[in-house]
């Protein structure tokens, strides 16, 4: 198991600009290596990462000498990311998916990052020994303990952060038996079929304000200026504040999620296409589903559980979860479930909709893997479910 533990660096103005000078190295690196490819390729030639390597290394000490300036993986990694992009991109041709095609990196838009091979750095307390460069202060010191593997600096806003990747002995899962239900929304970012809500806490639309009056600021200022440049980085400080607010969310969440229940079921919404809603777009943006479920998939995998995707078409909101009576004509506007069955437990009696919706996905999740069988899967309760893992 590979974790990534991501520390804020402390660099001086002079490291500050050896990270900037390693980071145009990796970008025009790329950048020669996709031009060549694409020349290559179209010639009806067979370019591969280790030959575009050798290539520029040929010619590199006489037409490009400032890229000896740095570390020397800032070169050389480029070449295997563009293979492993291409790679990425004939597979989601063979598969059906669209995939975009690796395309060239821009001075001013691309981010600025670059990577270091394990033997390329070394670890201290607090800080980080990097080649013709020396020691930069770390704001933590590592927290896993691991073969490391390799890191990555970048710069996010005003500040640099290093990812350092450490390979782990799997852990031995913990059996647990419980099961849970979520449904995701906008009110609330998750109901539980234990009954418990997770309110979205929608931090773009709190600080859209802010943001506005800062992007304002920003298509004020003269193009090239100080000015501007001041205003761009207040922006992007914004947006990164407003991330970090929301991981903070979504991590807490899944890892709460993934220590207490060994199943979870979850609808396997079509997010592409929600965000095509061009009313609740952003606000479908600002709740980040879809990292949500991949953070929740991930952290499941690694604990031994397993995460059951319930089908986007499974009526979850409108079926009754103790008899199945369908409520067919029922409006978004509607956030009570009224039962109208008048054998059904639950007859005229008032529910909380996303509460119901989480308990129809729990059951049907527990049916999709075998655990309970149509016939009886209208028990309707979180205990009678988790006694069916039990069981099961």
């Known amino acids: 198991m590979i974790r990534a533990h991501k520390i804020r660096l402390h660099p001086t103005e002079e490291q500050k600009g050896y990270f900037v000078r390693a980071a145009g190295v990796a970008r025009f690196t790329w950048n020669w290596a996709l031009a060549e490819w694409n020349r290559q390729y179209q010639a009806g030639e067979n370019p591969t990462a280790l030959k575009l390597k050798k290539q520029f290394n040929q010619i590199r000490r006489q037409e490009y000498p400032w ?41 001013k838009k691309s981010k600025l990052s670059f990577y270091l091979a394990n033997d390329q750095f070394e670890l201290g307390d607090h800080r980080i020994w990097i080649p013709k460069l020396g020691w930069v202060n770390m704001a933590e010191t590592l927290r896993f303990v691991g073969n490391v593997i390799g890191a990555r600096i970048t710069k996010t806003a005003d500040w640099w952060f290093v990812s350092i990747q450490v390979e782990l002995p799997d852990a031995i899962p913990a059996k647990k038996p419980a099961a849970c239900g979520i449904d995701v929304g906008l009110n609330h970012l998750a109901t539980l079929s234990t009954g418990e809500g997770i309110e979205n806490q929608a931090f773009l639309k709190t600080a859209l304000k802010k943001l506005r009056r800062a992007n304002k600021r920003l298509h004020r200022r003269k193009l090239g200026s100080k000015n501007r440049e001041k205003a761009r980085r207040q922006v992007a400080r914004l947006h990164y504040r407003i991330t970090c607010l929301r991981d903070d969310v979504l991590h807490k969440l899944t890892t709460k999620l993934a220590n207490a229940y060994g199943i979870i079921g979850i609808e396997d919404l079509h997010l592409k296409g929600l965000l095509k809603n061009r009313t609740l777009a952003r606000s479908f943006s600002d709740a980040a589903l879809g990292k949500l479920r991949s953070l929740l998939t991930s952290k499941m995998e690694q604990r031994g559980g397993q995460v059951i995707k319930v089908d986007r078409f499974f009526p979850s909101s409108k079926t009754c979860h103790g008899c199945d009576w369908k409520w067919e004509n029922m409006q978004l506007s509607d956030r009570v479930f009224l039962c109208q069955n008048p054998t059904c437990a639950y007859y005229q009696f008032g529910q909380e909709r996303d509460h119901n919706a989480a308990l129809n996905i729990l059951r049907e999740a527990l049916r999709l893997i075998g655990l309970i069988d149509q016939a009886v899967s209208g028990t309707g309760s979180d205990e009678d479910a988790n006694l069916a893992v039990d069981a099961g």
């Open 67 to 107: 890229t000896w300036e740095v570390t020397k993986n800032a070169s050389d990694q480029p070449f295997l990311d563009l293979a492993k992009a291409w790679a990425a991109y004939f597979d989601g041709l063979k598969q059906g998916n669209k995939t975009g095609r690796p395309t060239f990196k821009s001075k």
